[in-house]
């Protein structure tokens, strides 16, 4: 492997969010807000009590906990999954979103 240099480009950066950057031997993760995913998942259920149909409530209310495990184990590909059954359940509400913002991902 050759000798890098980076200079002036991200010295003294101050880089936030779902960070992108290319290099050799990096690990990123991404840090949760215990209270930002709590409120979150409180607006979520808050939506889900709304259906009418107490069956398609019922597995809302599944996978909303399925989901709230995936964030909680980081699980990103089961949380995708999730998103995308509760969407079809309740539309893109803001709490979807925002969990799914954890994630760098789009409804």
Request: aromatic share 6%.
């Amino acid at each position: 492997m050759s000798q890098r240099k980076i200079e002036g480009s991200f010295n003294h950066s101050d880089l936030k969010g779902n960070n992108a950057i290319q290099a050799d031997n990096v690990i990123q993760s991404q840090n949760i807000s215990a209270d930002e995913s709590e409120k979150a998942f409180k607006e979520l259920f808050e939506e889900i009590s709304k259906i009418s149909n107490e069956q398609q409530r019922q597995q809302a209310e599944f996978n909303a906990e399925q989901l709230k495990e995936a964030v909680e184990a980081k699980d990103k590909s089961k949380v995708q999954k999730l998103l995308g059954f509760l969407k079809g359940s309740i539309g893109t509400v803001a709490s979807l979103s925002t969990i799914a913002k954890f994630f760098g991902l789009s409804l």
